[in-house]
Protein backbone atom coordinates (compact mmCIF):
# COMPACT_ATOMS: atom_id res chain seq x y z
CA UNK A 1 0.00 0.00 0.00
CA UNK A 2 1.61 3.40 -1.16
CA UNK A 3 2.76 5.72 1.80
CA UNK A 4 0.24 8.37 1.62
CA UNK A 5 -2.72 5.68 1.64
CA UNK A 6 -1.30 4.10 4.55
CA UNK A 7 -1.30 7.42 6.24
CA UNK A 8 -4.57 8.50 5.92
CA UNK A 9 -6.02 5.02 6.67
CA UNK A 10 -4.21 5.11 10.24
CA UNK A 11 -5.40 8.94 10.28
CA UNK A 12 -9.53 7.84 9.55
CA UNK A 13 -8.70 4.55 12.58
CA UNK A 14 -7.55 7.30 14.94
CA UNK A 15 -10.87 9.27 14.28
CA UNK A 16 -13.34 6.74 14.88
CA UNK A 17 -11.37 6.23 18.46
CA UNK A 18 -10.57 9.82 19.28
CA UNK A 19 -13.67 9.73 21.96
CA UNK A 20 -11.54 6.38 23.69
CA UNK A 21 -7.86 7.78 23.39
CA UNK A 22 -8.48 11.41 23.52
CA UNK A 23 -5.41 13.01 25.01
CA UNK A 24 -5.56 13.98 28.59
CA UNK A 25 -6.72 17.29 29.41
CA UNK A 26 -4.10 19.74 31.39
CA UNK A 27 -3.87 19.54 34.91
CA UNK A 28 -5.51 22.97 36.05
CA UNK A 29 -2.74 23.16 39.26
CA UNK A 30 -0.06 23.69 36.51
CA UNK A 31 1.79 22.86 33.66
CA UNK A 32 3.64 19.34 33.55
CA UNK A 33 7.04 18.33 31.74
CA UNK A 34 8.02 15.06 31.31
CA UNK A 35 11.98 14.43 30.40
CA UNK A 36 13.05 10.96 29.17
CA UNK A 37 16.25 9.31 28.62
CA UNK A 38 16.31 6.02 27.21
CA UNK A 39 19.58 3.76 27.23
CA UNK A 40 22.66 4.90 25.30
CA UNK A 41 25.80 2.69 26.63
CA UNK A 42 28.28 4.85 27.69
CA UNK A 43 26.35 8.24 26.40
CA UNK A 44 23.60 7.51 28.93
CA UNK A 45 25.06 9.74 31.93
CA UNK A 46 25.20 12.76 29.90
CA UNK A 47 22.08 12.90 28.57
CA UNK A 48 20.91 12.55 32.17
CA UNK A 49 22.95 15.53 32.99
CA UNK A 50 21.26 17.39 30.00
CA UNK A 51 17.32 16.05 31.07
CA UNK A 52 18.04 17.51 34.49
CA UNK A 53 19.18 20.33 32.98
CA UNK A 54 15.76 20.54 31.36
CA UNK A 55 14.12 19.79 34.57
CA UNK A 56 15.49 22.54 36.33
CA UNK A 57 14.46 25.03 33.43
CA UNK A 58 10.96 23.91 33.61
CA UNK A 59 11.01 23.81 37.50
CA UNK A 60 12.26 27.43 37.52
CA UNK A 61 8.99 28.15 35.37
CA UNK A 62 6.68 27.20 37.89
CA UNK A 63 5.79 23.53 36.40
CA UNK A 64 5.76 19.75 37.42
CA UNK A 65 8.41 17.85 36.03
CA UNK A 66 7.94 14.02 35.87
CA UNK A 67 11.39 11.91 35.12
CA UNK A 68 11.70 8.92 33.45
CA UNK A 69 15.44 7.80 33.54
CA UNK A 70 17.48 4.53 32.24
CA UNK A 71 17.61 2.49 33.39
CA UNK A 72 14.44 2.70 34.99
CA UNK A 73 12.50 4.26 31.45
CA UNK A 74 10.50 1.16 30.23
CA UNK A 75 7.14 1.42 28.46
CA UNK A 76 5.10 1.24 31.34
CA UNK A 77 7.07 4.24 33.62
CA UNK A 78 7.30 6.52 30.56
CA UNK A 79 3.54 6.00 29.87
CA UNK A 80 2.91 7.22 33.54
CA UNK A 81 5.43 10.41 33.26
CA UNK A 82 3.68 11.41 29.94
CA UNK A 83 0.34 11.03 30.96
CA UNK A 84 -1.50 14.49 30.77
CA UNK A 85 1.86 15.95 29.99
CA UNK A 86 2.37 19.97 28.38
CA UNK A 87 5.71 19.15 27.10
CA UNK A 88 7.17 16.03 26.38
CA UNK A 89 11.10 15.95 26.20
CA UNK A 90 13.03 12.68 24.88
CA UNK A 91 16.82 12.14 24.86
CA UNK A 92 17.91 8.59 23.44
CA UNK A 93 18.26 7.05 20.46
CA UNK A 94 16.59 7.58 17.53
CA UNK A 95 15.42 5.19 15.32
CA UNK A 96 13.70 6.37 11.59
CA UNK A 97 13.40 6.45 8.13
CA UNK A 98 14.30 6.10 5.28
CA UNK A 99 17.51 4.56 7.09
CA UNK A 100 20.63 2.62 5.56
CA UNK A 101 18.90 -0.86 6.87
CA UNK A 102 16.28 -1.36 4.64
CA UNK A 103 13.46 -0.27 2.02
CA UNK A 104 10.32 -0.24 4.19
CA UNK A 105 9.24 2.24 6.99
CA UNK A 106 8.62 -0.18 10.32
CA UNK A 107 5.98 1.98 12.16
CA UNK A 108 6.03 -0.43 15.11
CA UNK A 109 9.53 0.70 15.70
CA UNK A 110 10.55 4.11 13.67
CA UNK A 111 9.58 7.63 15.03
CA UNK A 112 9.08 6.66 18.44
CA UNK A 113 11.61 6.14 21.70
CA UNK A 114 14.02 3.77 22.31
CA UNK A 115 13.28 2.99 25.92
CA UNK A 116 14.33 0.29 28.85
CA UNK A 117 13.21 -3.27 28.34
CA UNK A 118 13.44 -3.80 31.51
CA UNK A 119 14.83 -2.38 34.95
CA UNK A 120 17.56 -4.74 35.44
CA UNK A 121 20.04 -4.15 32.40
CA UNK A 122 21.69 -0.45 33.72
CA UNK A 123 22.22 1.32 30.66
CA UNK A 124 22.49 -1.88 28.31
CA UNK A 125 21.49 -0.09 24.51
CA UNK A 126 21.67 -3.74 22.43
CA UNK A 127 18.73 -3.13 20.24
CA UNK A 128 18.43 -7.54 20.47
CA UNK A 129 18.63 -7.81 24.30
CA UNK A 130 18.00 -4.49 26.36
CA UNK A 131 16.43 -1.71 24.35
CA UNK A 132 12.92 -1.50 22.75
CA UNK A 133 12.32 0.68 19.75
CA UNK A 134 8.64 2.03 20.78
CA UNK A 135 7.99 3.31 17.44
CA UNK A 136 4.39 4.86 15.66
CA UNK A 137 2.46 2.43 16.14
CA UNK A 138 3.56 2.18 20.53
CA UNK A 139 2.45 5.86 20.51
CA UNK A 140 -0.64 5.74 18.58
CA UNK A 141 -1.72 2.41 20.35
CA UNK A 142 -2.25 0.36 17.69
CA UNK A 143 0.09 -2.36 17.33
CA UNK A 144 -1.39 -5.98 15.90
CA UNK A 145 -0.22 -8.81 15.52
CA UNK A 146 1.67 -8.16 12.22
CA UNK A 147 4.17 -6.09 14.31
CA UNK A 148 7.16 -7.24 16.26
CA UNK A 149 7.48 -9.41 18.96
CA UNK A 150 9.56 -7.02 20.62
CA UNK A 151 7.42 -4.32 20.29
CA UNK A 152 4.43 -6.14 21.12
CA UNK A 153 6.06 -7.40 24.56
CA UNK A 154 7.66 -4.38 26.09
CA UNK A 155 5.86 -1.29 24.34
CA UNK A 156 2.13 -2.87 24.47
CA UNK A 157 -0.61 -0.55 26.45
CA UNK A 158 -0.61 2.39 23.95
CA UNK A 159 -1.55 5.18 23.43
CA UNK A 160 0.41 8.04 25.09
CA UNK A 161 -1.46 10.00 26.80
CA UNK A 162 -0.19 13.69 27.18
CA UNK A 163 -2.83 16.87 27.21
CA UNK A 164 -4.16 18.46 24.64
CA UNK A 165 -2.00 20.70 22.76
CA UNK A 166 1.13 19.05 23.75
CA UNK A 167 4.59 19.54 22.61
CA UNK A 168 6.84 17.29 21.66
CA UNK A 169 10.95 17.77 21.62
CA UNK A 170 13.53 15.15 20.32
CA UNK A 171 17.32 15.94 21.80
CA UNK A 172 20.02 14.55 20.03
CA UNK A 173 17.85 11.80 18.63
CA UNK A 174 19.06 10.17 15.10
CA UNK A 175 16.86 10.95 11.93
CA UNK A 176 14.37 13.23 14.68
CA UNK A 177 15.41 16.71 13.11
CA UNK A 178 16.85 14.91 9.74
CA UNK A 179 20.09 13.33 9.93
CA UNK A 180 20.91 9.89 9.89
CA UNK A 181 24.01 7.66 10.41
CA UNK A 182 27.32 8.26 9.27
CA UNK A 183 30.50 6.88 11.11
CA UNK A 184 33.16 6.72 8.60
CA UNK A 185 33.25 9.97 5.98
CA UNK A 186 32.51 8.26 2.98
CA UNK A 187 28.70 7.38 3.94
CA UNK A 188 26.26 9.06 2.06
CA UNK A 189 24.86 12.66 3.03
CA UNK A 190 21.93 13.10 3.72
CA UNK A 191 19.54 14.75 1.09
CA UNK A 192 16.92 17.72 1.68
CA UNK A 193 14.28 14.49 0.57
CA UNK A 194 15.51 12.10 2.79
CA UNK A 195 15.59 14.82 5.81
CA UNK A 196 12.08 16.48 5.37
CA UNK A 197 10.93 12.51 5.00
CA UNK A 198 12.12 11.98 8.34
CA UNK A 199 10.95 14.69 9.81
CA UNK A 200 7.68 13.80 8.15
CA UNK A 201 7.34 10.74 9.66
CA UNK A 202 8.66 11.19 13.19
CA UNK A 203 6.66 14.32 13.60
CA UNK A 204 3.08 12.34 12.44
CA UNK A 205 2.39 10.39 15.27
CA UNK A 206 2.52 12.74 17.81
CA UNK A 207 0.98 15.85 15.67
CA UNK A 208 -1.58 12.85 15.20
CA UNK A 209 -2.34 12.57 18.66
CA UNK A 210 -3.31 16.33 19.40
CA UNK A 211 0.29 18.18 19.61
CA UNK A 212 0.66 21.40 18.79
CA UNK A 213 3.98 21.95 17.53
CA UNK A 214 7.35 19.10 16.72
CA UNK A 215 10.89 20.27 17.96
CA UNK A 216 13.69 17.90 16.99
CA UNK A 217 17.63 19.63 17.90
CA UNK A 218 21.23 17.92 18.10
CA UNK A 219 22.44 21.40 19.33
CA UNK A 220 22.20 20.00 23.04
CA UNK A 221 19.79 23.48 23.74
CA UNK A 222 16.58 21.52 25.05
CA UNK A 223 16.77 23.38 28.39
CA UNK A 224 16.68 26.19 26.46
CA UNK A 225 13.72 25.73 24.33
CA UNK A 226 11.45 24.39 27.79
CA UNK A 227 12.31 27.72 28.66
CA UNK A 228 11.42 29.69 26.01
CA UNK A 229 8.20 27.99 25.74
CA UNK A 230 7.04 28.37 29.03
CA UNK A 231 8.52 31.86 29.78
CA UNK A 232 6.90 32.96 26.90
CA UNK A 233 3.23 31.75 26.32
CA UNK A 234 2.32 34.67 24.10
CA UNK A 235 5.01 34.39 21.10
CA UNK A 236 4.54 31.59 19.11
CA UNK A 237 6.55 28.36 18.51
CA UNK A 238 8.01 29.99 15.22
CA UNK A 239 9.63 32.86 17.33
CA UNK A 240 10.55 29.91 19.80
CA UNK A 241 12.63 28.00 17.18
CA UNK A 242 14.31 30.90 15.49
CA UNK A 243 16.02 31.30 18.52
CA UNK A 244 17.67 27.99 18.71
CA UNK A 245 21.39 27.68 19.07
CA UNK A 246 21.72 26.57 15.58
CA UNK A 247 19.08 28.22 13.59
CA UNK A 248 20.04 29.65 10.55
CA UNK A 249 17.97 31.65 8.48
CA UNK A 250 19.34 31.18 4.97
CA UNK A 251 19.43 27.93 5.55
CA UNK A 252 16.17 26.78 6.48
CA UNK A 253 13.72 25.72 4.15
CA UNK A 254 10.03 25.20 4.65
CA UNK A 255 7.25 23.38 3.22
CA UNK A 256 3.82 21.80 3.84
CA UNK A 257 3.46 18.49 5.72
CA UNK A 258 1.76 16.11 3.56
CA UNK A 259 -0.15 14.13 5.86
CA UNK A 260 -1.61 16.77 8.06
CA UNK A 261 -2.91 20.58 8.10
CA UNK A 262 1.40 21.26 9.78
CA UNK A 263 4.69 23.22 8.30
CA UNK A 264 7.36 21.00 8.29
CA UNK A 265 10.85 23.20 8.65
CA UNK A 266 14.20 21.91 8.09
CA UNK A 267 17.87 23.02 7.58
CA UNK A 268 21.33 21.89 6.78
CA UNK A 269 23.81 23.38 8.85
CA UNK A 270 26.96 22.47 10.60
CA UNK A 271 27.94 21.62 13.77
CA UNK A 272 31.79 21.74 14.42
CA UNK A 273 32.99 17.50 15.37
CA UNK A 274 30.12 16.26 14.39
CA UNK A 275 29.65 14.78 10.82
CA UNK A 276 33.21 15.18 10.10
CA UNK A 277 32.49 19.00 9.96
CA UNK A 278 30.66 18.74 7.10
CA UNK A 279 26.69 19.69 7.02
CA UNK A 280 23.87 18.38 7.79
CA UNK A 281 19.86 18.44 9.00
CA UNK A 282 20.25 19.22 13.05
CA UNK A 283 17.02 21.16 13.62
CA UNK A 284 13.63 21.17 12.54
CA UNK A 285 10.20 21.51 13.56
CA UNK A 286 7.11 20.24 12.38
CA UNK A 287 3.21 21.91 13.50
CA UNK A 288 2.15 25.59 12.63
CA UNK A 289 4.68 27.77 13.82
CA UNK A 290 1.92 30.61 14.14
CA UNK A 291 0.49 29.27 17.43
CA UNK A 292 1.41 30.07 20.81
CA UNK A 293 1.62 28.27 24.35
CA UNK A 294 -1.02 30.92 25.42
CA UNK A 295 -3.21 29.57 21.93
CA UNK A 296 -3.61 25.61 22.93
CA UNK A 297 -2.91 26.18 26.91
CA UNK A 298 0.34 24.86 27.35
CA UNK A 299 1.24 27.09 30.10
CA UNK A 300 -2.27 27.50 31.85
CA UNK A 301 -2.31 26.61 35.32
CA UNK A 302 -5.78 27.25 36.61
CA UNK A 303 -8.66 29.25 34.84
CA UNK A 304 -8.22 32.35 38.05
CA UNK A 305 -5.76 35.27 36.55
CA UNK A 306 -4.08 36.88 39.45
CA UNK A 307 -5.29 39.61 41.35
CA UNK A 308 -3.37 42.07 43.87
CA UNK A 309 -3.66 41.27 47.55
CA UNK A 310 -1.52 44.23 49.00
CA UNK A 311 -0.83 47.94 48.00
CA UNK A 312 1.72 50.10 49.71
CA UNK A 313 0.80 53.21 50.14
CA UNK A 314 -2.77 52.47 50.38
CA UNK A 315 -5.12 53.78 47.96
CA UNK A 316 -6.38 57.39 48.51
CA UNK A 317 -3.39 57.45 51.28
CA UNK A 318 -2.03 61.09 52.28
CA UNK A 319 0.95 62.13 54.44
CA UNK A 320 3.21 59.91 52.70
CA UNK A 321 7.16 60.42 53.27
CA UNK A 322 8.90 61.54 49.70
CA UNK A 323 11.34 58.39 50.33
CA UNK A 324 8.56 56.11 50.10
CA UNK A 325 9.13 53.18 47.90
CA UNK A 326 5.49 51.94 46.86
CA UNK A 327 5.06 48.26 46.39
CA UNK A 328 2.53 45.69 45.10
CA UNK A 329 1.71 42.28 46.10
CA UNK A 330 -0.08 39.45 43.86
CA UNK A 331 -1.83 36.42 45.01
CA UNK A 332 0.41 34.16 42.90
CA UNK A 333 3.93 34.00 41.27
CA UNK A 334 3.93 36.39 38.15
CA UNK A 335 5.87 37.48 35.14
CA UNK A 336 6.88 40.14 32.91
CA UNK A 337 7.18 42.51 36.25
CA UNK A 338 9.69 45.23 35.00
CA UNK A 339 10.08 48.82 35.04
CA UNK A 340 7.74 49.33 32.14
CA UNK A 341 4.72 47.10 33.27
CA UNK A 342 4.72 48.34 37.26
CA UNK A 343 5.58 52.16 36.73
CA UNK A 344 4.84 55.67 38.94
CA UNK A 345 3.79 58.70 37.78
CA UNK A 346 3.59 62.30 38.77
CA UNK A 347 -0.09 63.32 38.26
CA UNK A 348 0.75 67.18 38.51
CA UNK A 349 2.66 66.73 35.01
CA UNK A 350 1.70 63.77 33.71
CA UNK A 351 5.08 62.23 33.48
CA UNK A 352 6.29 58.86 34.84
CA UNK A 353 8.69 58.62 37.63
CA UNK A 354 12.62 57.51 36.88
CA UNK A 355 12.87 54.24 38.53
CA UNK A 356 13.52 50.88 38.82
CA UNK A 357 11.47 47.82 39.58
CA UNK A 358 12.63 44.99 42.05
CA UNK A 359 10.52 41.56 41.48
CA UNK A 360 10.43 39.33 45.11
CA UNK A 361 9.69 35.64 43.15
CA UNK A 362 9.09 34.57 47.20
CA UNK A 363 6.81 36.93 48.42
CA UNK A 364 5.19 37.97 44.70
CA UNK A 365 5.97 41.40 45.56
CA UNK A 366 6.89 44.17 43.11
CA UNK A 367 8.75 47.15 44.32
CA UNK A 368 9.13 50.85 42.20
CA UNK A 369 12.31 52.53 43.56
CA UNK A 370 12.96 55.85 42.59
CA UNK A 371 15.58 57.09 41.24
CA UNK A 372 15.37 60.01 43.60
CA UNK A 373 12.63 61.33 46.71
CA UNK A 374 9.34 62.02 45.29
CA UNK A 375 8.43 65.59 45.92
CA UNK A 376 6.26 66.88 48.70
CA UNK A 377 2.64 67.85 48.41
CA UNK A 378 2.32 65.85 45.31
CA UNK A 379 -0.51 63.30 44.26
CA UNK A 380 1.58 60.16 42.21
CA UNK A 381 -0.14 57.08 40.59
CA UNK A 382 0.82 53.26 40.76
CA UNK A 383 0.23 51.94 37.67
CA UNK A 384 0.27 48.09 36.66
CA UNK A 385 0.28 46.57 33.20
CA UNK A 386 -2.77 44.45 31.84
CA UNK A 387 0.14 42.13 30.14
CA UNK A 388 1.87 41.26 33.44
CA UNK A 389 0.46 37.33 33.51
CA UNK A 390 1.06 34.38 35.99
CA UNK A 391 3.01 31.35 35.43
CA UNK A 392 -0.04 30.05 33.26
CA UNK A 393 -0.29 33.00 31.00
CA UNK A 394 -3.47 34.37 32.74
CA UNK A 395 -3.27 38.55 32.27
CA UNK A 396 -3.24 40.35 35.50
CA UNK A 397 -5.76 43.43 33.67
CA UNK A 398 -4.52 47.16 34.18
CA UNK A 399 -4.46 48.42 37.64
CA UNK A 400 -3.82 51.36 38.98
CA UNK A 401 -4.20 53.66 42.35
CA UNK A 402 -3.42 56.66 43.91
CA UNK A 403 -1.24 58.19 46.77
CA UNK A 404 -0.37 61.68 48.04
CA UNK A 405 3.17 62.89 49.58
CA UNK A 406 3.57 64.89 52.62
CA UNK A 407 3.86 68.47 52.41
Request: hydrophobic share 35%.
Amino acid sequence: MPFRTTRLLVAAVLALTAVAHAPAPASAAGPKVAVIVGPTGSLTDTYRSRADQVAAEAAAEGATVAKAYSPYATWANVLQAVEGANVIVYFGHGNGFPNPYGSTELRDRHNGWGLNRTTTNGDGDSWSSTLAYCGENALLGTLSASDGLTQRQYCSGGPIRPASGFVMIYAQAHYAPGFGERYVQSDPLTSYQQARQRVRNYSYPVLRLGASAFFATAYSDAHRLVERLLANPDRNFGWAFKRGAGYDSDALRRSSHPDLDASIWVQKTVIPGFHFGQADYWYAFAGKPGRSPDDVGLTARSDSPPTVTGKNPAPGKTGIATGARPYAVFSEPVRYVNAKSVTLVDTSTGDLVPASVRYDADAYLARIVPDRDLKAGTRYRVKLAGWIRDMGGNRLGSQSWKFKTRR
